[in-house]
């Protein structure tokens, strides 16, 4: 939980969940994260968005 608040607590505007996944891609060592928000702000992983359906 350490590493989503420090994601949170630098400016990232992220709701929780959000930043506990990717906090969890970070620990480990994700080579990317998937999602389909593309508001996400820049990260400390790539993120690839895909189109919702």
Known sequence: ???ASHIQG???RLWLPDALVIA???VRGARRVVTTDAGWPDLPVPVEIVPAD
């Open 10 to 12: 630098h400016g990232a």
């Open 24 to 26: 969890t891609a970070v």
């Open 1 to 3: 939980m350490l590493h």
